[in-house]
C-alpha cells in the first residue's frame, strides 16, 4: 500500500478535502491521509510514497524532516532542496533569461548588520551604495519588499528617495528588494500543478482579501490568456515547482510576472471560491496519485527544474525550452459577480505584492 500524505498547519478546508477525494477515488493500493510524525531519525523513511507539503517555509523542523524523507525514496511536492533556496531576486533574474516579462528590480542589503556581524564584513560592499543608479533604474512609485519574503509581509510604497530611506530605516536585518510599480488594466492569478496544469483565475489584488477573486469583466482576449499559460509553464518548469501560483499584471497588453515563489498558495475555499477551490482539489488529488504511481522506493523521486538540470549537465540554461505541446489547455475561470456591498469603485493604484 502506497500512502499519500498532507502535512499543513493552520489551513484545514484545503488538506482535508485532498485526502478525502483521492481516498474517494479508491485507486488499488493507495491511500491518503495527514502526515504523521512521531519521531525522525536520519536515513529512516517516513513510510510515505508521497507527501503534498504545505507549511515546512514555517517550520524548519519540517524542512529537514522533508529533506530526509526526500533522501529515502519519498517524493516530496514541492522540492524541498530546491525550495529552501529559492527567492524572489532570483526568480527575477532567470525569468529574464527565459524571456518573461517581470518589474525592474533592484537589491538592498539589509540597514543593520546580521547577527555575528561587523562593518568588516561588508569589506567589498562600497558605501554608500550608487543609489542614483538605483533610483534610475526602478524609477517612483516604486515597491519595497524582502527579496524571500510572501503573504504581504514587510512590503511597502515608496513615492521618492526620501520616503525609501525613511521606511528602509526601520528593515532591521531584512534583505529588501526596490521594485518598479506596475500599473496594470488587468490582472491574473494562475494555479499551476505538475508543470503542466494551470488554471487561470482573474484577480483584484486591489479588492480586501475575502474578495480578490470577485472580478465583474472578461479577460480582454484569448491570446492574452495563452501568452499567460505558456509564461506559467515555463516559469515553473524551469523552477522545478510541482505546485506553485504565479501571478501577472497586464500593462498595454503585456503579461508581466509580479510573484511566482509561491509554493504553499493559498487555496482555502474561503478566499477562493468554490469553483477554484474544486479545481484546485481534484487538480492536486490527481497528481498526487500520478506521483505515486511513478514513485519507486530507494530512489530519488523529486521534481528538479530545468534550471538545475541544464546546470549539471553544463548546458546554455535556454537549451530546453519548456514543453508546451504535452499540456492541456488551460481553463480560465469565470468572473463571478460583483458582490452587491462591494458598490466603490477601485482606484487603479495599490500595492503589488
Request: glycine content about 6%; proline content about 7%.
Amino acid at each position: 500500500m502506497k500512502k499519500i500524505g498532507i502535512l499543513f498547519g493552520q489551513e484545514r478546508s484545503f488538506p482535508e478535502a485532498v485526502v478525502e477525494r483521492i481516498n474517494q477515488k479508491a485507486e488499488k493500493d493507495i491511500t491518503a491521509e495527514p502526515v504523521k510524525i512521531e519521531k525522525i531519525l536520519q536515513n529512516s523513511p517516513l513510510d510515505y510514497a508521497v507527501i503534498i507539503d504545505r507549511i515546512s517555509q514555517d517550520v524548519p523542523f519540517y524542512r529537514a524532516s522533508l529533506k530526509n524523507a526526500a533522501i529515502t525514496g519519498t517524493a516530496v511536492i514541492n522540492n524541498p532542496f530546491w525550495w529552501s533556496a529559492d527567492e524572489k531576486f532570483f526568480n527575477n533574474a532567470l525569468a529574464e533569461q527565459i524571456g518573461v516579462p517581470v518589474p525592474k528590480t533592484a537589491l538592498i542589503p539589509s540597514r543593520q548588520h546580521p547577527t555575528g556581524t561587523t562593518g568588516e564584513s561588508f569589506s567589498n560592499l562600497t558605501m554608500p551604495l550608487n543609489w542614483d543608479a538605483i533610483f534610475d533604474y526602478v524609477g517612483f512609485p516604486a515597491y519595497m519588499k524582502p527579496f524571500d519574503g510572501g503573504g504581504w509581509r514587510d512590503v511597502y510604497k515608496l513615492h521618492d528617495k526620501e520616503d525609501f530611506f525613511d521606511k528602509h530605516s526601520g528593515t532591521e536585518q531584512l534583505v529588501m528588494l526596490l521594485q518598479e510599480e506596475i500599473i496594470f488594466d488587468e490582472y491574473f492569478r494562475c494555479y499551476c500543478i505538475g508543470g503542466k496544469h494551470v488554471r487561470i483565475m482573474q484577480y483584484e489584488p486591489r479588492n480586501p482579501h475575502h474578495l480578490r477573486y470577485a472580478v465583474d469583466q472578461a479577460p480582454s482576449s484569448e491570446k492574452l490568456l495563452k501568452t499567460i499559460e505558456e509564461y506559467t509553464i515555463k516559469l515553473c518548469t524551469y523552477l522545478g515547482y510541482d505546485f506553485n501560483t504565479v501571478e501577472f499584471a497586464v500593462r498595454d497588453g503585456v503579461p508581466i510576472a509580479i510573484d511566482f515563489c509561491n509554493p504553499a498558495p493559498d487555496a482555502d475555499i474561503k478566499s477562493v471560491g468554490q469553483e477554484n477551490f474544486d479545481w484546485v482539489v481534484e487538480t492536486t488529488a490527481n497528481y498526487a496519485i500520478e506521483r505515486a504511481k511513478a514513485q519507486k522506493p530507494g530512489q530519488d523521486n523529486l521534481t528538479w527544474g530545468e534550471y538545475i538540470k541544464a546546470s549539471v549537465a553544463g548546458k546554455p540554461l535556454i537549451a530546453k525550452a519548456a514543453t508546451k505541446s504535452a499540456a492541456p489547455k488551460a481553463k480560465a475561470a469565470k468572473a463571478p459577480s460583483k458582490p452587491k456591498a462591494e458598490t466603490k469603485p477601485v482606484a487603479k493604484k495599490a500595492p503589488i505584492k
